[in-house]
Structures are given as C-alpha cells and as structure tokens.
C-alpha cells in the first residue's frame, strides 16, 4: 500500500466543511479545527498553507494540498500576511 492510501485508509470521518472563499489581497484565514485531515484546493491564483511549525508551502492553481494532524495552520496570500477577518486575530473552528 501506498502511502496516500495508508493515510485515506486510516481516516474515519466524523463530518466534512465544504467552502468556497473569494479574496483580495491581503488575505490570511487561521484554522484551529483539529481536524486530522484537511483537503484544500486553489481554484485561482495561489495562496500559502503555513502550518504552526515549519515551513509555508505555495498552493498554486489545481494543486490539492493535504494537511494532515490537528496542529493550526494558516491559509494566506503571502506567508507574512496575518490572520485578518470581520474580526482582529479571527480563527476558524468545528464547532
């Protein structure tokens, strides 16, 4: 088995967030869902997935990133662009 297989495999689902998000620059939305597995995707543009530790990786157009532990990340236009919303330091979580 494969390594993308062991980890889809090893997933159990317990719900799902489907969003479509259409942003100016600057952006940066922060996630602290816990979730152990997310899948985001650029359908335009790019964007930066900057995890809470280690390096920011670019998302370009058709990429599918997949972001795997509970750990908060970022999703922002450039790696330096703070989490921004209707509110200062707005974080996004399962509820």
């Known amino acids: 088995m494969d390594v993308l297989t062991d980890l889809l495999d090893g997933v159990r689902a317990r719900g799902a ?3 479509r998000t259409v942003m100016t620059s600057p952006w940066s939305l922060r996630f602290a869902s816990g979730a152990p597995l997310t899948l985001a995707t650029v359908l335009r543009g ?4 900057v ?3 280690g390096e ?6 058709g990429d599918i990133a ?3 532990g509970s750990a908060p ?4 236009d450039d790696p330096d662009t703070p989490p921004r919303g ?3 330091g707005r974080v996004l979580r399962r509820e």
């Open 46 to 49: 790019q964007a930066w997935l």
């Open 66 to 68: 997949l972001v795997r």
């Open 73 to 76: 990340y970022t999703v922002a």
């Open 86 to 88: 209707d509110r200062p």
């Open 56 to 61: 920011a990786v670019r998302v370009r157009s």
């Open 17 to 19: 967030l489907f969003s």
């Open 51 to 53: 995890p809470a530790e």
